[in-house]
Structures are given as structure tokens and as C-alpha cells.
Nanobody, 123 residues
């Protein structure tokens, strides 16, 4: 089973930037989808940004379009999420995920998760 480990979270002020990283085992063998999700207290886990492993097509939640960028580095077996113009409502635990098959924004169809990294944005 694929293993994922996130890093790069922290505390920033509104308008600031962070870059999250996720090291993925068996990176080159994942033929499905990789993505970033987030979950804040009392809310369901929601998709933030997804990337298809073969076509490298990307998909973003409306709330982060134009501010966040998902990318992957095959040489480093790493998935990234560049987050700019951060807002207090971006505060959440951020998770890296992997799944077989097509990308979907529905978290229940994802079968592999990292342990999460906390992002806190203060106003």
C-alpha cells in the first residue's frame, strides 16, 4: 500500500504563503490520482487540489482557484501544494491522498492518506 508523509504546515498571517510537501512511496507506479484535502474542526474533509498521475491535468476547489497550485516532482517522489494569499478560512489540517482510477473531489473514494499537517492563518 502506498505510504504518504506531509510536511510544510505552520502558522502564517493573512496574505502569506506556505508550500506543503508530500513524499509518496511507489510514486511512479501510481496510475490514478494524487491530491490535497483539508479538514477543519467540525467539518468534513474537502478536496483542495487534485492532479492526474498520467495526464497531469489539475483540478481545484473554487475556494482556492488562483491562489493554490498543485504540482509533482517525479524525481523527488514528491507532491506539492503552493498556497498563496492565504486567508483565515484556509485554516485546517491538510492531508495528502492517493487513489486508483479517476480523480474525484469526494473524499470517501480515496484509499490512502498521510497523517496530515496543520495550517493556521491568522487575521
Amino acid at each position: 500500500q502506498v505510504q504518504l508523509m506531509e510536511s510544510g504546515g505552520g502558522s502564517v498571517q493573512s496574505g502569506g504563503s506556505l508550500r506543503l510537501s508530500c513524499v509518496v512511496s511507489e510514486f511512479t507506479y501510481i496510475s490514478g490520482c494524487l491530491g490535497w484535502f483539508r479538514q477543519s474542526t467540525g467539518k468534513e474533509r474537502e478536496a483542495v487540489a487534485l492532479i492526474e498521475s498520467i495526464s497531469v491535468n489539475t483540478y481545484y476547489a473554487d475556494s482556492v482557484k488562483g491562489r493554490f497550485t498543485i504540482s509533482r516532482d517525479n524525481d523527488e517522489n514528491t507532491l506539492y501544494l503552493q498556497m498563496n494569499s492565504l486567508k483565515p478560512e484556509d485554516t485546517a489540517m491538510y492531508y495528502c491522498g492517493a487513489k486508483d482510477g479517476a480523480c474525484t473531489f469526494r473524499a470517501k473514494f480515496w484509499n490512502s492518506w498521510g497523517q496530515g499537517t496543520q495550517v493556521t492563518v491568522s487575521s
